[in-house]
Protein backbone atom coordinates (compact mmCIF):
# COMPACT_ATOMS: atom_id res chain seq x y z
CA UNK A 1 0.00 0.00 0.00
CA UNK A 2 2.79 2.61 0.82
CA UNK A 3 4.17 1.65 -2.95
CA UNK A 4 0.70 2.28 -4.20
CA UNK A 5 0.17 5.62 -2.50
CA UNK A 6 3.82 6.62 -3.68
CA UNK A 7 3.24 5.82 -7.31
CA UNK A 8 -0.18 8.24 -7.21
CA UNK A 9 1.98 11.08 -5.44
CA UNK A 10 4.10 10.80 -8.36
CA UNK A 11 0.62 10.41 -11.17
CA UNK A 12 2.01 6.94 -12.18
CA UNK A 13 -1.18 5.10 -11.45
CA UNK A 14 -3.54 4.86 -14.30
CA UNK A 15 -6.96 6.81 -13.81
CA UNK A 16 -8.75 3.36 -13.81
CA UNK A 17 -6.98 2.09 -10.81
CA UNK A 18 -9.29 0.89 -7.61
CA UNK A 19 -8.13 -1.32 -4.47
CA UNK A 20 -10.66 -4.01 -3.16
CA UNK A 21 -8.97 -4.86 0.32
CA UNK A 22 -10.05 -8.05 1.80
CA UNK A 23 -9.57 -10.38 4.57
CA UNK A 24 -11.56 -12.13 7.84
CA UNK A 25 -11.55 -8.78 10.02
CA UNK A 26 -14.84 -7.13 9.44
CA UNK A 27 -14.26 -3.69 8.07
CA UNK A 28 -16.08 -0.74 6.77
CA UNK A 29 -14.28 0.88 3.37
CA UNK A 30 -13.90 3.84 5.92
CA UNK A 31 -12.37 1.61 9.03
CA UNK A 32 -9.68 0.02 6.06
CA UNK A 33 -9.46 3.35 4.29
CA UNK A 34 -7.79 4.65 7.90
CA UNK A 35 -6.22 1.53 8.76
CA UNK A 36 -4.33 2.11 5.27
CA UNK A 37 -3.42 5.80 6.39
CA UNK A 38 -1.46 4.14 9.75
CA UNK A 39 0.17 2.20 7.46
CA UNK A 40 0.99 4.10 4.41
CA UNK A 41 1.93 7.15 7.90
CA UNK A 42 4.58 4.88 9.56
CA UNK A 43 6.25 3.15 6.56
CA UNK A 44 6.13 5.15 3.95
CA UNK A 45 8.87 7.46 4.99
CA UNK A 46 6.86 10.77 4.48
CA UNK A 47 3.86 12.32 5.85
CA UNK A 48 0.37 11.73 3.90
CA UNK A 49 -0.57 14.60 2.08
CA UNK A 50 -4.21 15.71 2.73
CA UNK A 51 -5.27 16.60 -0.36
CA UNK A 52 -3.49 13.72 -2.46
CA UNK A 53 -5.17 11.12 0.05
CA UNK A 54 -8.48 12.41 -0.05
CA UNK A 55 -7.83 11.30 -4.11
CA UNK A 56 -6.11 8.23 -3.22
CA UNK A 57 -8.22 7.36 -0.06
CA UNK A 58 -11.41 7.13 -2.74
CA UNK A 59 -9.98 4.25 -4.81
CA UNK A 60 -9.83 2.15 -1.63
CA UNK A 61 -12.76 -0.48 -0.97
CA UNK A 62 -13.01 -3.47 1.59
CA UNK A 63 -15.16 -6.72 1.41
CA UNK A 64 -14.83 -8.86 4.39
CA UNK A 65 -14.09 -12.94 4.08
CA UNK A 66 -12.44 -16.07 4.14
CA UNK A 67 -10.11 -17.59 1.45
CA UNK A 68 -11.73 -21.10 2.37
CA UNK A 69 -15.71 -19.29 1.91
CA UNK A 70 -16.67 -19.65 -1.19
CA UNK A 71 -19.53 -17.14 -0.09
CA UNK A 72 -16.39 -14.59 -0.11
CA UNK A 73 -15.60 -14.79 -3.86
CA UNK A 74 -18.94 -13.67 -4.85
CA UNK A 75 -18.87 -10.75 -2.77
CA UNK A 76 -15.20 -9.95 -4.46
CA UNK A 77 -17.05 -10.47 -7.79
CA UNK A 78 -19.83 -7.94 -7.03
CA UNK A 79 -17.36 -5.64 -5.97
CA UNK A 80 -15.10 -5.82 -9.36
CA UNK A 81 -18.23 -4.84 -11.01
CA UNK A 82 -19.41 -1.81 -9.32
CA UNK A 83 -15.53 -1.14 -9.37
CA UNK A 84 -15.82 -1.36 -12.95
CA UNK A 85 -18.25 0.88 -13.72
CA UNK A 86 -17.39 3.34 -11.18
CA UNK A 87 -13.77 3.84 -12.84
CA UNK A 88 -14.29 2.28 -16.06
CA UNK A 89 -11.14 -0.33 -15.24
CA UNK A 90 -12.26 -2.32 -18.58
CA UNK A 91 -12.64 -5.26 -17.19
CA UNK A 92 -8.48 -5.55 -15.71
CA UNK A 93 -7.94 -7.12 -12.46
CA UNK A 94 -4.77 -7.86 -10.82
CA UNK A 95 -5.32 -10.80 -7.76
CA UNK A 96 -2.17 -9.99 -5.19
CA UNK A 97 -2.06 -13.07 -2.72
CA UNK A 98 -0.66 -11.51 0.19
CA UNK A 99 -0.72 -14.14 2.14
CA UNK A 100 0.66 -17.22 3.58
CA UNK A 101 2.19 -19.30 0.96
CA UNK A 102 0.03 -22.17 1.88
CA UNK A 103 -3.28 -19.97 1.46
CA UNK A 104 -1.90 -19.92 -2.15
CA UNK A 105 -4.01 -22.79 -3.39
CA UNK A 106 -7.12 -22.17 -1.88
CA UNK A 107 -7.15 -18.69 -2.85
CA UNK A 108 -6.48 -19.39 -6.57
CA UNK A 109 -8.80 -22.10 -6.50
CA UNK A 110 -11.68 -19.61 -4.88
CA UNK A 111 -11.21 -17.01 -7.56
CA UNK A 112 -11.11 -19.78 -9.87
CA UNK A 113 -14.33 -20.72 -8.81
CA UNK A 114 -16.42 -18.06 -8.99
CA UNK A 115 -14.87 -17.04 -12.04
CA UNK A 116 -13.19 -14.18 -11.33
CA UNK A 117 -10.00 -15.38 -13.47
CA UNK A 118 -11.36 -14.53 -16.55
CA UNK A 119 -12.82 -11.26 -17.37
CA UNK A 120 -13.49 -8.54 -20.14
CA UNK A 121 -9.93 -7.44 -19.75
CA UNK A 122 -6.57 -9.38 -18.34
CA UNK A 123 -6.57 -11.06 -15.10
CA UNK A 124 -3.44 -11.41 -13.32
CA UNK A 125 -1.81 -13.39 -9.78
CA UNK A 126 0.67 -11.96 -7.81
CA UNK A 127 2.39 -14.50 -5.54
CA UNK A 128 4.90 -13.93 -2.79
CA UNK A 129 7.88 -16.32 -2.33
CA UNK A 130 9.19 -18.25 -1.06
CA UNK A 131 7.64 -20.67 -4.30
CA UNK A 132 7.24 -23.89 -2.49
CA UNK A 133 9.01 -25.12 0.28
CA UNK A 134 11.28 -27.94 -2.39
CA UNK A 135 11.62 -28.32 -6.22
CA UNK A 136 8.51 -31.18 -6.09
CA UNK A 137 6.51 -28.60 -3.84
CA UNK A 138 7.41 -25.75 -6.24
CA UNK A 139 5.99 -27.76 -9.44
CA UNK A 140 3.19 -29.17 -7.88
CA UNK A 141 2.18 -25.31 -6.87
CA UNK A 142 2.91 -24.24 -10.30
CA UNK A 143 0.34 -27.13 -12.32
CA UNK A 144 -2.19 -25.71 -9.55
CA UNK A 145 -1.98 -22.56 -10.25
CA UNK A 146 -1.53 -22.69 -13.87
CA UNK A 147 -4.87 -24.73 -13.86
CA UNK A 148 -6.30 -21.40 -13.26
CA UNK A 149 -4.07 -18.83 -14.59
CA UNK A 150 -1.84 -19.40 -17.70
CA UNK A 151 1.65 -19.07 -16.76
CA UNK A 152 2.06 -15.89 -18.74
CA UNK A 153 -0.42 -14.10 -16.32
CA UNK A 154 1.45 -15.53 -13.07
CA UNK A 155 3.51 -13.21 -11.35
CA UNK A 156 6.17 -14.61 -9.19
CA UNK A 157 7.34 -11.40 -7.39
CA UNK A 158 10.97 -11.02 -5.57
CA UNK A 159 11.37 -7.60 -4.44
CA UNK A 160 15.19 -7.83 -4.98
CA UNK A 161 14.50 -7.68 -8.99
CA UNK A 162 13.04 -4.44 -8.30
CA UNK A 163 15.57 -2.94 -7.16
CA UNK A 164 17.16 -0.10 -9.20
CA UNK A 165 21.34 -1.46 -8.65
CA UNK A 166 20.15 -4.50 -9.26
CA UNK A 167 18.32 -3.59 -12.73
CA UNK A 168 21.16 -1.42 -13.12
CA UNK A 169 23.23 -4.23 -13.37
CA UNK A 170 22.21 -4.84 -16.79
CA UNK A 171 22.77 -1.10 -18.07
CA UNK A 172 25.97 -1.40 -16.54
CA UNK A 173 27.37 -4.32 -18.57
CA UNK A 174 25.42 -4.08 -21.70
CA UNK A 175 25.61 -0.33 -22.26
CA UNK A 176 29.46 0.02 -21.28
CA UNK A 177 32.05 -1.26 -23.78
CA UNK A 178 34.74 -0.99 -21.14
CA UNK A 179 33.21 -3.79 -18.70
CA UNK A 180 31.36 -6.00 -20.76
CA UNK A 181 34.79 -7.55 -22.41
CA UNK A 182 35.89 -8.01 -18.69
CA UNK A 183 33.16 -9.59 -17.28
CA UNK A 184 34.31 -13.62 -17.59
CA UNK A 185 36.68 -16.16 -16.21
CA UNK A 186 39.82 -14.05 -18.62
CA UNK A 187 39.88 -11.58 -16.23
CA UNK A 188 37.15 -12.31 -13.22
CA UNK A 189 38.88 -14.36 -9.80
CA UNK A 190 36.06 -14.65 -7.93
CA UNK A 191 32.44 -13.24 -7.10
CA UNK A 192 30.99 -12.62 -3.53
CA UNK A 193 27.41 -11.98 -3.02
CA UNK A 194 26.76 -11.29 0.43
CA UNK A 195 23.23 -10.45 2.28
CA UNK A 196 23.65 -9.35 6.08
CA UNK A 197 21.29 -8.76 8.07
CA UNK A 198 21.99 -7.21 11.79
CA UNK A 199 18.68 -7.72 13.29
CA UNK A 200 17.63 -11.31 14.95
CA UNK A 201 14.30 -13.22 13.53
CA UNK A 202 12.09 -9.73 15.24
CA UNK A 203 9.67 -11.78 16.48
CA UNK A 204 9.21 -14.02 13.89
CA UNK A 205 11.21 -17.27 15.71
CA UNK A 206 8.24 -19.51 14.96
CA UNK A 207 8.33 -18.76 10.85
CA UNK A 208 11.46 -18.35 10.68
CA UNK A 209 12.65 -21.59 12.22
CA UNK A 210 10.51 -23.54 9.32
CA UNK A 211 12.01 -21.45 6.73
CA UNK A 212 16.04 -21.10 7.42
CA UNK A 213 18.58 -18.67 5.62
CA UNK A 214 19.05 -21.20 2.91
CA UNK A 215 15.78 -21.30 1.89
CA UNK A 216 14.77 -17.95 2.72
CA UNK A 217 17.42 -15.81 0.67
CA UNK A 218 19.87 -17.88 -0.85
CA UNK A 219 16.94 -19.93 -3.09
CA UNK A 220 15.26 -16.83 -4.17
CA UNK A 221 16.87 -13.26 -3.83
CA UNK A 222 20.63 -14.16 -4.26
CA UNK A 223 20.43 -16.91 -6.85
CA UNK A 224 18.55 -14.18 -8.50
CA UNK A 225 21.09 -11.76 -8.28
CA UNK A 226 24.23 -14.57 -9.35
CA UNK A 227 21.91 -15.24 -12.51
CA UNK A 228 21.20 -11.36 -13.16
CA UNK A 229 24.91 -10.77 -12.75
CA UNK A 230 26.34 -14.32 -14.91
CA UNK A 231 23.72 -13.86 -17.68
CA UNK A 232 24.72 -13.57 -21.06
CA UNK A 233 23.35 -10.88 -22.53
CA UNK A 234 19.55 -10.55 -24.62
CA UNK A 235 19.40 -9.93 -27.93
CA UNK A 236 16.30 -7.24 -26.78
CA UNK A 237 15.77 -6.25 -23.40
CA UNK A 238 12.02 -8.25 -23.46
CA UNK A 239 10.33 -9.85 -21.05
CA UNK A 240 11.02 -13.23 -22.68
CA UNK A 241 14.66 -12.90 -23.87
CA UNK A 242 15.96 -11.26 -20.51
CA UNK A 243 14.21 -13.99 -18.57
CA UNK A 244 15.48 -16.45 -20.81
CA UNK A 245 19.24 -15.68 -20.29
CA UNK A 246 18.38 -15.61 -16.01
CA UNK A 247 17.12 -19.08 -16.68
CA UNK A 248 19.92 -20.33 -18.96
CA UNK A 249 22.29 -19.47 -15.89
CA UNK A 250 20.84 -20.92 -13.29
CA UNK A 251 20.42 -24.01 -15.29
CA UNK A 252 24.06 -24.01 -15.83
CA UNK A 253 24.83 -23.88 -11.82
CA UNK A 254 26.58 -26.98 -10.92
CA UNK A 255 24.51 -29.37 -8.67
CA UNK A 256 25.74 -30.33 -5.41
CA UNK A 257 26.72 -34.11 -4.67
CA UNK A 258 26.08 -35.10 -1.24
CA UNK A 259 29.54 -35.56 -0.76
CA UNK A 260 30.11 -32.29 -1.89
CA UNK A 261 28.31 -30.10 0.52
CA UNK A 262 30.66 -30.05 3.63
CA UNK A 263 33.19 -28.19 1.80
CA UNK A 264 30.69 -26.08 -0.82
CA UNK A 265 28.23 -25.26 1.65
CA UNK A 266 28.44 -24.06 5.80
CA UNK A 267 25.09 -23.11 7.81
CA UNK A 268 25.17 -21.62 11.02
CA UNK A 269 22.64 -20.54 13.64
CA UNK A 270 23.99 -17.24 16.31
CA UNK A 271 24.31 -17.42 19.73
CA UNK A 272 24.01 -14.82 22.25
CA UNK A 273 26.57 -11.88 22.82
CA UNK A 274 26.60 -8.23 24.53
CA UNK A 275 26.76 -5.70 21.74
CA UNK A 276 27.45 -2.21 23.54
CA UNK A 277 25.80 -2.20 26.41
CA UNK A 278 23.09 -4.58 25.57
CA UNK A 279 22.40 -8.36 26.00
CA UNK A 280 21.37 -9.76 22.86
CA UNK A 281 19.16 -13.07 22.79
CA UNK A 282 20.49 -16.33 20.52
CA UNK A 283 18.50 -17.88 18.19
CA UNK A 284 17.48 -20.70 20.69
CA UNK A 285 16.24 -18.10 23.28
CA UNK A 286 13.90 -16.33 20.74
CA UNK A 287 10.32 -16.22 21.42
CA UNK A 288 8.57 -19.08 19.56
CA UNK A 289 11.83 -21.14 18.80
CA UNK A 290 12.57 -24.67 19.92
CA UNK A 291 15.08 -25.12 22.52
CA UNK A 292 16.56 -27.64 20.25
CA UNK A 293 16.04 -26.01 16.72
CA UNK A 294 18.78 -26.68 14.12
CA UNK A 295 17.51 -24.16 11.80
CA UNK A 296 20.45 -21.62 9.95
CA UNK A 297 20.05 -18.30 10.61
CA UNK A 298 23.77 -18.00 8.42
CA UNK A 299 24.24 -19.80 5.31
CA UNK A 300 27.16 -19.76 3.49
CA UNK A 301 27.73 -21.63 -0.43
CA UNK A 302 30.21 -21.45 -3.22
CA UNK A 303 28.60 -22.31 -6.94
CA UNK A 304 30.23 -22.67 -10.30
CA UNK A 305 28.31 -21.91 -13.50
CA UNK A 306 29.53 -24.40 -15.75
CA UNK A 307 29.86 -22.22 -18.61
CA UNK A 308 31.82 -21.16 -21.50
CA UNK A 309 32.17 -17.59 -19.70
CA UNK A 310 32.41 -18.34 -16.06
CA UNK A 311 33.88 -21.76 -15.88
CA UNK A 312 36.41 -22.00 -12.94
CA UNK A 313 35.75 -19.01 -11.39
CA UNK A 314 33.86 -19.67 -7.44
CA UNK A 315 30.39 -17.83 -6.62
CA UNK A 316 30.35 -17.53 -2.82
CA UNK A 317 26.96 -16.45 -1.62
CA UNK A 318 26.22 -15.96 2.22
CA UNK A 319 23.58 -14.31 4.26
CA UNK A 320 22.74 -14.54 7.72
CA UNK A 321 21.18 -12.56 10.48
CA UNK A 322 22.53 -10.59 13.69
CA UNK A 323 25.50 -9.97 11.40
CA UNK A 324 27.46 -6.91 12.44
CA UNK A 325 25.92 -4.80 9.74
CA UNK A 326 22.91 -4.13 7.75
CA UNK A 327 23.87 -4.50 4.24
CA UNK A 328 23.71 -6.27 0.32
CA UNK A 329 26.07 -6.19 -2.29
CA UNK A 330 27.93 -8.01 -5.14
CA UNK A 331 32.07 -7.88 -4.81
CA UNK A 332 33.89 -8.77 -8.33
CA UNK A 333 37.06 -9.54 -7.85
CA UNK A 334 39.64 -9.32 -10.74
CA UNK A 335 42.88 -11.49 -11.41
CA UNK A 336 45.70 -9.30 -10.70
CA UNK A 337 48.43 -8.02 -13.25
CA UNK A 338 49.93 -10.71 -14.57
CA UNK A 339 53.31 -8.83 -13.95
CA UNK A 340 53.96 -6.50 -10.63
CA UNK A 341 57.33 -4.52 -11.68
CA UNK A 342 56.61 -3.09 -7.97
CA UNK A 343 56.20 -6.06 -5.87
CA UNK A 344 59.26 -5.20 -3.98
CA UNK A 345 58.01 -1.34 -3.37
CA UNK A 346 56.94 -0.09 0.20
CA UNK A 347 53.30 -1.17 -0.60
CA UNK A 348 51.96 -3.57 2.12
CA UNK A 349 51.22 -5.89 -0.73
CA UNK A 350 49.48 -5.53 -4.15
CA UNK A 351 45.64 -6.07 -3.82
CA UNK A 352 43.63 -6.95 -6.92
CA UNK A 353 40.98 -4.67 -8.14
CA UNK A 354 37.61 -5.00 -7.31
CA UNK A 355 33.98 -4.09 -8.28
CA UNK A 356 31.59 -3.31 -5.58
CA UNK A 357 27.83 -2.95 -6.71
CA UNK A 358 26.01 -1.98 -3.14
CA UNK A 359 22.35 -2.75 -3.30
CA UNK A 360 21.29 -1.52 0.16
CA UNK A 361 21.27 0.51 2.31
CA UNK A 362 22.67 3.13 -0.12
CA UNK A 363 22.48 2.12 -3.63
CA UNK A 364 25.94 2.49 -5.85
CA UNK A 365 28.71 1.24 -7.38
CA UNK A 366 32.42 1.73 -6.48
CA UNK A 367 35.38 0.60 -8.50
CA UNK A 368 39.04 -0.02 -6.46
CA UNK A 369 42.06 0.04 -8.15
CA UNK A 370 46.03 1.21 -7.07
CA UNK A 371 47.50 4.10 -7.36
CA UNK A 372 50.91 6.02 -6.34
CA UNK A 373 50.65 7.61 -3.06
CA UNK A 374 52.03 11.50 -3.33
CA UNK A 375 55.83 12.00 -2.60
CA UNK A 376 59.09 9.84 -2.90
CA UNK A 377 59.40 6.21 -4.16
CA UNK A 378 56.69 4.00 -5.81
CA UNK A 379 53.91 3.25 -2.75
CA UNK A 380 50.83 1.96 -4.01
CA UNK A 381 47.64 1.96 -2.17
CA UNK A 382 43.96 1.33 -3.44
CA UNK A 383 41.59 4.32 -4.31
CA UNK A 384 37.89 4.07 -5.01
CA UNK A 385 35.85 5.87 -7.73
CA UNK A 386 32.44 5.64 -6.37
CA UNK A 387 28.39 5.96 -8.08
CA UNK A 388 25.78 7.18 -5.72
CA UNK A 389 22.42 7.12 -7.31
CA UNK A 390 21.21 9.96 -4.56
CA UNK A 391 24.10 12.12 -5.88
CA UNK A 392 24.07 11.78 -9.14
CA UNK A 393 20.76 12.01 -9.97
CA UNK A 394 19.01 14.07 -7.13
CA UNK A 395 15.60 12.44 -7.51
CA UNK A 396 13.91 10.05 -5.25
CA UNK A 397 14.66 6.30 -6.20
CA UNK A 398 11.78 4.22 -6.44
CA UNK A 399 11.14 1.61 -3.96
CA UNK A 400 11.25 -1.76 -5.37
CA UNK A 401 7.56 -1.96 -4.85
CA UNK A 402 6.97 0.34 -6.94
CA UNK A 403 8.81 -0.49 -9.72
CA UNK A 404 7.47 -4.59 -9.71
CA UNK A 405 3.44 -3.26 -8.98
CA UNK A 406 3.74 -0.76 -12.05
CA UNK A 407 5.55 -3.16 -13.97
CA UNK A 408 2.32 -6.34 -13.31
CA UNK A 409 0.00 -3.78 -14.51
CA UNK A 410 2.03 -2.80 -17.50
CA UNK A 411 2.19 -6.50 -17.88
CA UNK A 412 5.90 -6.01 -17.77
CA UNK A 413 7.51 -9.17 -16.73
CA UNK A 414 10.81 -8.76 -17.07
CA UNK A 415 11.56 -8.66 -13.32
CA UNK A 416 9.29 -11.64 -12.64
CA UNK A 417 9.95 -14.82 -11.94
CA UNK A 418 9.80 -17.62 -14.24
CA UNK A 419 8.61 -21.33 -13.25
CA UNK A 420 11.46 -22.65 -14.92
CA UNK A 421 13.87 -20.22 -13.03
CA UNK A 422 11.83 -21.38 -10.03
CA UNK A 423 12.70 -25.00 -10.50
CA UNK A 424 16.48 -24.27 -11.31
CA UNK A 425 16.94 -22.60 -8.22
CA UNK A 426 15.53 -25.23 -6.01
CA UNK A 427 17.23 -27.89 -7.96
CA UNK A 428 20.55 -26.06 -6.96
CA UNK A 429 19.78 -25.81 -3.33
CA UNK A 430 17.83 -28.80 -3.06
CA UNK A 431 21.13 -31.46 -2.36
CA UNK A 432 22.09 -29.16 0.51
CA UNK A 433 19.12 -29.38 1.88
CA UNK A 434 18.76 -32.79 2.06
CA UNK A 435 22.33 -33.32 3.66
CA UNK A 436 21.68 -30.73 6.24
CA UNK A 437 17.97 -32.10 6.94
CA UNK A 438 19.65 -36.04 7.87
CA UNK A 439 22.67 -33.90 9.97
CA UNK A 440 22.91 -32.85 13.70
CA UNK A 441 24.45 -29.66 13.98
CA UNK A 442 26.24 -28.07 16.78
CA UNK A 443 24.56 -24.50 16.88
CA UNK A 444 24.99 -21.67 17.99
CA UNK A 445 28.11 -21.41 16.26
CA UNK A 446 28.87 -17.62 15.70
CA UNK A 447 28.15 -14.97 18.29
CA UNK A 448 25.95 -12.24 17.47
CA UNK A 449 27.54 -9.40 15.80
CA UNK A 450 30.19 -11.72 14.09
CA UNK A 451 30.66 -12.23 10.37
CA UNK A 452 29.25 -15.68 10.52
CA UNK A 453 31.01 -19.00 11.36
CA UNK A 454 34.58 -19.93 11.27
CA UNK A 455 33.85 -22.69 8.50
CA UNK A 456 32.61 -20.07 6.14
CA UNK A 457 36.47 -18.49 6.31
CA UNK A 458 37.66 -22.45 5.79
CA UNK A 459 35.30 -22.84 2.99
CA UNK A 460 37.24 -19.49 0.95
CA UNK A 461 40.56 -20.08 2.41
CA UNK A 462 40.67 -23.55 0.92
CA UNK A 463 40.99 -22.03 -2.15
CA UNK A 464 43.00 -19.17 -1.36
CA UNK A 465 40.35 -16.11 -1.10
CA UNK A 466 38.92 -15.16 2.13
CA UNK A 467 35.45 -12.97 2.59
CA UNK A 468 35.00 -9.10 1.58
CA UNK A 469 33.45 -7.99 5.04
CA UNK A 470 31.94 -4.47 4.27
Given at each position: ????????????????????????????????????????????????????????????????????????????????????????????????????????????????????????????????????????????????????????????????????????????????????????????????????????????????????????????????????????????????????????????????????????AVAGQYGPARLGDKDVPGFLQEPGVRPDSQTDTYAAVTLFAENWRWAGVPFYLRTGKRLPRHVTDIAIHFNAAPHAPFADSDSGGITPNLLIIRIQPEEGISIRFLSKQPGGGMRLRPVSMDFSYGASFGSREPEAYETLLLDAMRGDSTLYIRQDAVEASWAVVEPVLEVWGNQKFEFPNYAAGTWGPVAADEMLSRRGHVWRNP
Open positions: MPALYRLACDRRLPPGFAVIGTSRTPLSDEQFREKIRGAIAQFSGSTVDGDMWRVFSGTLFYTPGDIGDPESYRRIGARLADVEKRFETGGNALFYLATQPSQYEAAADGIGAAGLARGNGWRRLIIEKPFGRDLASARELNEHLQRIFPESEIYRIDHYLGKETVQNILAFRFANGIFEPLWNRRYVNQVQITAAEAIGVEGRGAYYQEAGALRDMIQNHLLQVMATIGMEPAATYEAGAVRDERAKLLRSVRIMKPDEVAVN
